[in-house]
């Protein structure tokens, strides 16, 4: 994590905070997840939440399984399980989420650096561009079909999608039309 661009200071905040914040808020977003909300602020395994809360947290958790449920890999010709992979998917939402929060909240955005070839691009467009990047490997295409089947982090273009589907400001940013992949008209909030 502590290789560029994540905190080389020549680099705009948009590029730094997608990079570096979406990782930390993902971890940080596991404390948010099926798993963490079963320990307390003192990390002693106990439910703290009241039961409506719970159910309320099912009810938006479901949403995001369902959403990954329906996208179709046309490597594997059938669709994920949102099930298996759900904890890492409201993660990556929670991650995503807090790290454009936390650009937004940055005074000097407009005054950024620029990119050489990117002198175009929007300090938002950076910010998405940026995050996708993190999940561009071709290391999950060597493996197995069965073994991906069975991970708890999802096929890479679905993580990078299913979060940004779900993000008004990436839709506004790229102008998808409304019901459209990239925009759909239900969108997947977990808090």
């Known amino acids: 994590m502590i290789d560029n661009p994540f905190f080389d200071a020549s680099l705009p905040s948009a590029v730094r905070i997608a990079g570096a914040g979406s990782i930390i808020g993902h971890e940080i977003g596991h404390a948010f997840d099926r798993s963490g909300l079963r320990f307390d602020g003192d990390g002693k395994m106990q439910n703290s939440w009241k039961s409506e809360d719970m159910e309320e947290y099912g009810r938006r958790e479901k949403c995001v399984i369902e959403q990954y449920d329906n996208y179709d890999d046309p490597k594997f010709g059938r669709n994920l399980n949102g099930t298996t992979t759900v904890t890492e998917n409201v993660a990556d939402?929670?991650?995503?989420?807090?790290?454009?929060?936390?650009?937004?909240?940055?005074?000097?955005?407009?005054?950024?650096?620029?990119?050489?070839?990117?002198?175009?691009?929007?300090?938002?467009?950076?910010?998405?561009?940026?995050?996708?990047?993190?999940n561009c490997d071709t290391k999950s295409i060597s493996i197995p079909l069965k073994k991906q089947l069975q991970r708890v982090h999802g096929v890479k273009n679905f993580r990078i999608n299913g979060v940004f589907a779900n993000m008004e400001e990436f839709s506004k940013t790229f102008k998808c039309p409304a019901g459209s992949p990239m925009n759909p008209v239900k969108k997947c909030k977990i808090f």
């Open 93 to 134: 939402l929670l991650g995503a989420r807090l790290a454009w929060n936390v650009y937004k909240d940055q005074k000097d955005i407009k005054e950024d650096n620029s990119i050489i070839g990117f002198e175009d691009y929007s300090p938002d467009k950076l910010f998405f561009h940026t995050r996708a990047l993190q």
